[in-house]
Each structure stands twice: as C-alpha cells, then as structure tokens.
C-alpha cells in the first residue's frame, strides 16, 4: 500500500508492521501484563457521542489555539517515545521535523536513540523534552543544561515511571538498542531490508541522551537494566521543585490518573499535566485517561492547563478530549505507526489524517472554531 492510500491510524499501523522488524514494532503495540488499559484506553473513546448540530455557518473553520501559551496549527503533540530512532533510522530527527512542518510540538524522550543536540541541529527549531528523573542528580543537571542550551521550550517530567512494569512481548522478544545479532534477531531484522539499509546509514544506534552522557554507560543496550539501575525510586514532590527551579521554563508534569496527584503537580507549579496512564504501559488495570478527565478538569481545571494523551487514534478522539476540557492531546502510536509506514512523509500522513478528521467532525458538530468546543458537543459520556 502507498502512503497516500492510508486512509486511517490503522492502515499506517498495517504498513508499519510489515516494514520494522518484530521486536520494535512489538515495543511500540505492547502494553503491560494483560494490556487492559491499553484496549480501554481506546474503547473508551469509542464509547462517547458527540451531538450534530444542523444549518450551522461552517466557513472559515479553524483548529488553531495555543498549548502552553505557545500557537499550535491544532490541538495535538508528538509524545515522548523511547527508541523511536528504531523504528526508522534517525527516527527522532524525521519525527521532529514532520511536527515542525505541521506546527504542532514535538516532545524528545530522555530514552531516544537521537540526541538532543541531534534535534537541536536538524529542526533549528525550538521542542520540548521528556526527563526521567535518575538517581543520579548530576546527570539530571547535566541533562537539563544540554536542553536548555538546545532551545528547549518546555520540559515534560515524566512522573509514572519510576519502575518499569513488565511487557510480555518486550521480554519474549529479548528486546535491546542497539538489537542483538542472535539467530531470532538476525531474521527479523533480514526480513525487513529496507529498514536494515538505512539503519547501516546512520550512526545512531543507542540512547543518544544517556550513553556516554551519564556513568556507566558506555555498553548500554537494555532499558530494563538502565531502568533498574538508575530510575529513581524515591521520586517525590519535592524532587519536582528542585528539578523546576533548576530547569527555569515551561514544566508539564506527565502521568496524571488521580485528582491528588493532579492537586499536587499544581501545588508544585505544573505550568501544564499530562493526564496519562503512558499510553497503558503502566499500571495495567488504572482507568483509560479519558475516563478520568471530567474528575481531573472539575479538581483543577480552572489552575492549570490540562493535556492528555493515550488511545487517540482518530481526529474524532481528539474532538472529544478537547470537549471535555483537555486544551490539547498528545499521540504515541499513531506516529509511529506512520514513522515505521514512511518515514517522515508517515508521520506527516498522521498528522493529515488526525487533521482531516478533526476538520470535519467539528463542522458536522456545527464548530467552526475549536476554541468553541466544549461538553456542549458531547451527547454521553456514559461509559458504563
Ligand atoms: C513505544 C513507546 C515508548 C514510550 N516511551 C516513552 C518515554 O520514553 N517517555 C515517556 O514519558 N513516555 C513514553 N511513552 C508513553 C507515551 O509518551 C504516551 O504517554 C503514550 O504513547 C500515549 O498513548 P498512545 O500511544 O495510545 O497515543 C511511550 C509509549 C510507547 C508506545
């Protein structure tokens, strides 16, 4: 199929799988143990109306608005994504760049495989980065030095991870960056020749944050062991004010499920949160991040900005979040999907797609202005 036949998230995900090698598409379509909350994270979605609305003026429609003060051409950013430079060589770099195009952000994970200096050098554009808090507070400073000499404009601090929870397939399929030269790895890889040529074409094959950037890590290979060794267990609130007073900017606190913990990030001077179960890598079982909004907007909506990400596989999904009061979405998979299906042209292509779709429900809904959409537009949010 060509890029231009994909008319959906789905038929990129189709694509990408026949064209990135087993064990990284698996990475990326896994969640933990039973993978419940991944399912609900999109079923949930599935399960909201909206209300149609008929002899509306439907000219001029826009989905332009602000995420953190910053313009965005519509409400949606790249998450964070670890080894997205194994889907596709130098996957970091054509993601970034899609985004730039697109006028949306880009958020760099902590665990990519391109650096921040590499994205810094390809975009000449300001993006957002994803920390992880290690125990070792001198890399942290370190890193955040890097972004902020990089223009970084916002720092999202991921705060849902500080064990990694167990991925069956990640386990079976001996999951490493850079892949093992096993029998089993070896094939998966030869079967997708494209994907092995432009790997030999790049030199960026490890997490380009982290190795030689932080001690004991010149042969890293595996997230589990880096996880294990070196996420901070004891990550609190308190790290979060150290870590914002350094940092300085924009903080968006990522992996919000309750309204405490919404409360806190808010006490600790969240300019934004991420309402988030990591895309139901998590905890597996804690509701999908659309069943919880209404509770997190009703807490502190009105005292911070609300993101949310997780099971956003159509425009429509992001029509329903933004109604019920989240000021902008963030996608995972739906990139990748369109990274590992063509590129930066793929990741474009989802873009397109979650744009077009946004466009035209919100007109059906009788919006012209996305900034106009609010629980109004929605019939149910009985998910029951
Ligand atoms: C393959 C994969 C890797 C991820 N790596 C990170 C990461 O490094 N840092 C982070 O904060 N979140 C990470 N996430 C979670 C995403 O940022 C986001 O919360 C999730 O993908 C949203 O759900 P969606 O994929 O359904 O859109 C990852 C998600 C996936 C699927």
């Not at 003060?69 to 996957?91: E, F, W």
């Not at 474009?348 to 919100?362: A, F």
Request: charged share 25%; net charge positive; proline share 3%.
């Amino acid at each position: 199929m060509k890029l231009t036949n994909a008319l959906t998230i789905d038929d990129l995900k189709k694509m990408a799988k026949n064209r990135v090698p087993k064990m990284f598409f698996d990475y990326a379509d896994s969640g933990a143990l039973t993978e419940q909350t991944y399912r609900d994270n999109e079923s949930d979605f599935a399960k909201i109306r909206l209300v149609q609305r008929i002899a509306r003026s439907l000219s001029n429609r826009s989905l332009k608005t602000t995420m953190i003060g910053q313009d965005v051409s519509m409400p949606l950013a790249l998450s964070p994504i670890g080894m997205t430079g194994m889907q596709r060589a130098n996957g970091e770099i054509l993601a970034a760049l899609a985004a730039k195009k697109a006028g949306i952000p880009y958020t760099l994970s902590t665990m990519s495989i391109c650096s921040i200096e590499d994205i810094a050098e390809a975009t000449k554009a300001p993006f957002w980065f994803q920390l992880y808090v290690m125990r070792d507070h001198d890399y942290v400073r370190n890193t955040l030095d890097r972004a902020k000499k990089a223009n970084v404009s916002a720092l999202v601090l991921t705060m849902d991870l500080q064990m990694l929870a167990q991925r069956h397939k990640d386990l079976r399929n001996g999951l490493t960056a850079p892949p093992r030269f096993t029998p089993k790895h070896i094939f998966q890889m030869a079967s997708r020749p494209m994907w092995c040529l432009r790997m030999l074409g790049t030199n960026k094959h490890s997490f380009g944050n982290i190795k030689g950037h932080a001690k004991g890590t010149d042969n890293l290979r595996s997230i589990s062991t880096w996880t294990h060794d070196q996420f901070d267990l004891e990550l609190n609130w308190d790290s979060v004010a150290w870590i914002r007073d350094y940092w300085g900017g924009k903080l968006i606190i990522k992996g919000i499920l309750d309204a405490r913990d919404a409360k806190a990030a808010v006490k600790a001077g969240a300019d934004a949160i991420i309402v988030s179960n990591h895309g139901g890598r998590q905890l597996d079982g804690a509701p999908s991040s659309i069943r919880v909004l209404p509770e997190i907007v009703k807490a502190v909506g009105d005292k911070t900005e609300i993101h949310l990400d997780g099971g956003i596989r159509n425009g429509q999904d992001i029509l329903k979040a933004r109604a019920l009061g989240a000021q902008g979405v963030y996608i995972g998979r739906p990139y990748i999907y369109g990274l590992g299906a063509g590129g930066e042209k793929g990741v474009t292509r989802t873009i397109d797609i979650l744009r077009n779709e946004l466009d035209m429900s919100m007109g059906l809904c009788g919006e012209r202005n996305i900034d106009n959409v609010g629980t109004h537009n929605i019939y149910s949010n009985d998910l029951s």
